[in-house]
T-cell receptor, first 113, second 110 residues
Framework: DTAVSQTPKYLVTQMGNDKSIKCEQN?????MYWYKQDSKKFLKIMFS???????INETVPNRFSPKSPDKAHLNLHINSLELGDSAVYFC????????????FGPGTRLTVT | DQQVKQNSPSLSVQEGRISILNCDYT??????FLWYKKYPAEGPTFLIS?????DKNEDGRFTVFLNKSAKHLSLHIVPSQPGDSAVYFC?????????FGAGTTVTVRA
């Protein structure tokens, strides 16, 4: 049983396109996150949702829009893709009481050409 | 502005010996510190954590030490095993948000 799953695992697309990455967790957690791992391998928080409410929104272009239809899902939609958006995107989840202990999905490698 | 720093990009250790990974941080407001392990093409896996009010936490072969005055933490792996070969990320928590170091690649030699 996969705890945190992401689809797709790989995504290759052209500049200017709009794409979505889906994330689902079956751990019963109420907090979910999106992280970006750039070419220098740094993992940086982008967004966090708690019970479908946005609680962290780092300095991310507004072309990125997270959507949480329910506690178990957090999707990431990206409009007008740019070359610099190429990265690995990780979804994670945690319980509200132990937010520091986050469980990560396998990542989605996005390549913008 | 990196608040969590891992200054050693790589570490090579012989099987059975101790691996020591180091991490420094700058933000005094961090309340938990963690280590994550990552294999290629997988997401980071939670390994061990320590509260900012403690100085040591142990879980099997893994021990994390925290020196708040020096803003430094370390992870000891004893004994090192081939399956420990991975990238290890140090992370620190403040209000839902984890800040990560750049990672240290550990290679355990047979």
């Amino acid at each position: 049983d996969t705890a945190v799953s992401q689809t797709p695992k790989y995504l290759v697309t052209q500049m200017g396109n709009d794409k979505s990455i889906k994330c689902e967790q079956n751990l019963g957690h109420d907090t979910m996150y999106w992280y970006k791992q750039d070419s220098k391998k740094f993992l940086k928080i982008m967004f966090s949702y708690n019970n479908k409410e946005l609680i962290i929104n780092e300095t991310v272009p507004n072309r990125f829009s997270p959507k949480s239809p329910d506690k178990a899902h957090l999707n990431l939609h990206i409009n007008s893709l740019e070359l610099g958006d190429s990265a690995v995107y990780f979804c994670a989840s945690s319980s509200r009481t132990t937010t520091y202990e986050q469980y990560f999905g396998p990542g989605t490698r996005l390549t913008v050409t | 502005d990196q608040q969590v720093k891992q200054n050693s990009p790589s570490l090579s250790v012989q099987e059975g010996r101790i691996s020591i990974l180091n991490c420094d941080y700058t933000n005094s407001m961090f309340d938990y510190f963690l280590w994550y392990k990552k294999y290629p093409a997988e997401g980071p896996t939670f390994l061990i954590s320590i509260s900012s009010i403690k100085d040591k936490n142990e879980d099997g072969r893994f021990t994390v030490f925290l020196n708040k005055s020096a803003k430094h933490l370390s992870l000891h792996i004893v004994p090192s095993q081939p399956g420990d070969s991975a990238v290890y990320f140090c992370a620190a928590s403040e209000n839902y948000k984890l800040s990560f170091g750049a990672g240290t690649t550990v290679t355990v030699r047979a």
